[in-house]
Each structure stands twice: as C-alpha cells, then as structure tokens.
C-alpha cells in the first residue's frame, strides 16, 4: 500500500524560529506531503554546507554571498548556489527551479525562489531574506507577499 509518505516522508513541524511544533495535547506535529519537501529545502538553505557531521553534503553556501557586495558576479553566484542546492532535492522537477535578486543593498538581499515537485501541478515558493546589519538569515514561505510571486513563477 503506497501512502503520500513514500515520497515526501515525514518529519517534526518547525516554525517560523526553527522550534519543534507542538498540538494542543503535547504531541509534536508533523509535516505530510510537500509540506515536507519545502522544510526540506529551507533547511538545506539555512544549513551551512558540511556543518552536518552525519551528511557533510547537506547544505549550503548562501551564507557565504549573503555579506558580499552586490556585483553582478556575486548576484549570479547567489543565484546559482539557491538553484543548484533546491536541485539537489530528488523531489523537485529537474531545471524547474527559478531564482532572482529582488533587493541586495548594504542593510539586506531578499531573493525569492521557485520550484515545481514532481508529481505537483503548482510551484512552490520560498523567499530567502538576510539581514547585513543583525545577521539574521531566513527562508520563508512566500505566499503571505503576493509581491513575490508572479513575474518569477516557473512556466513549462
């Protein structure tokens, strides 16, 4: 019997600061479906490379362009290093994944990303926002911002 968890499998429920969720009667919840694969991918993003000593291939090396000028070159390069490492998920259509520089200045680099999951009809999205001045890095679920969204959406 094939459940939705073959593919995504499952996982505990973060929120938005990483902390385990938790239901009202104390059990942790846990993730079903894509949601699974898009915490996936946030955590790889967040997730220095090599830092893991379990699976020093999970990660990646955003937090190296974060605190870059903005060059030309430094922006493909971030942009690059998101697509590449939401590649690497063996759930994410191959050459699906879109990423751009929506904003990179001395105080912050937002930089929404874009992705279709085999088997999905929607894309599914996250946005990866530093902050220069506190350090602070997080990947968020883009659809609270519609701002986002369209004119990045991956097409067939």
Known sequence: MSTTTDQ???DVALDENGQARVAANGEL????????????????LLTPLGSLF?????G?????????ES???????????????????????PYSVRASILKWNEEEVVA?????????????NLVLQANKS??????????PNPDYLSPHIPHD
């Not at 993730?31 to 955590?43: E, Y």
């Not at 379990?54 to 999970?58: P, S, V």
């Not at 990646?60 to 870059?68: M, N, P, V």
């Not at 929404?112 to 599914?124: A, N, V």
């Open 134 to 143: 506190t350090k602070e890095l997080t990947v968020k679920d883009a659809k």
């Open 54 to 58: 379990y699976d020093t291939e999970f």
């Open 29 to 44: 919840i846990l993730t079903d479906g894509p949601d699974t694969g898009v915490q996936d991918i946030g955590l790889r």
């Open 60 to 68: 990646s090396l955003i937090h190296e362009w974060i605190f870059e």
């Open 112 to 124: 929404p990303l874009f992705w279709k999951f085999i088997g999905e009809d929607q894309p599914y």
């Open 8 to 10: 995504w499998g499952q």
């Open 71 to 93: 060059t030309e070159e430094n922006r493909a390069g971030l942009v690059a290093e998101l697509i590449m490492r939401t590649e690497k998920d063996p759930r994410v259509v």
